[in-house]
Structure formats: structure tokens, C-alpha cells
């Protein structure tokens, strides 16, 4: 069955939205109304973490995109294993990197 068993997660967009503006103009003016206020604070938290997670799906989007191919039958478990070895791999290394 060829498709996207995930609705083709992988694809999701990425690029920054209005959204993000909104937030951080948002975030400045309950800064301006409450000037160190909790609620700008965490509204500029919550635009953090958005791009937080806009950064890890497009990081993702290689593995995600071979294990939806595999489920729908348009490539094997052998290609997605590969994707996922390769990104643990490269992830590893990076992280044993930022500890030295």
C-alpha cells in the first residue's frame, strides 16, 4: 500500500511562521503592560520551544520519511534501519563531542 502511513510527517513545515512573530511581539507587549511579568516570560518560552521543535522534525524528517516508506510498502526495513543507524550514529557522536 503505497501512501503515507503517517500522513507524511516528515514533510511537516518547518520554515518559521507568524506564529513566531506574533509570539515574540506578543511577548513584548506583555513585557511593556508588566515589565518582567511571568507571562511574557513564558510566552517567550513557549516561541523558544516552537523553534525547538521545528529544529528536531527537521532533523528527524530523514528517519521518519524511510520508517513511512517502509510502512506503506514503497521502500524495506532494511533501508529504514539503515536511516535510523545512520542518524544515531552521526547523533552520538555529536553529543560525546559536546562533552569533551
Keep these: 500500500m ?44 513557549l516561541s523558544q520551544k516552537l523553534r525547538e521543535a521545528q529544529d528536531l522534525i527537521k532533523e528527524l524528517g530523514v528517519v521518519w520519511r524511510a520508517v513511512e516508506w517502509c510502512d506503506s510498502g514503497d521502500s524495506d526495513e532494511e533501508t529504514a534501519l539503515r536511516k535510523i543507524t545512520e542518524y544515531e550514529q552521526m547523533h552520538t557522536r555529536a553529543a560525546m563531542g559536546s562533552e569533551e
Design 2 to 45: 503505497s501512501g503515507g502511513s503517517y500522513n507524511y510527517l516528515f514533510l511537516r513545515d518547518v520554515e518559521p511562521s507568524p506564529t513566531d512573530r506574533n509570539l515574540l511581539a506578543m511577548a513584548a507587549r506583555l513585557e511593556g503592560l508588566t515589565p518582567g511579568g511571568f507571562a511574557a516570560s513564558r510566552t517567550r518560552l
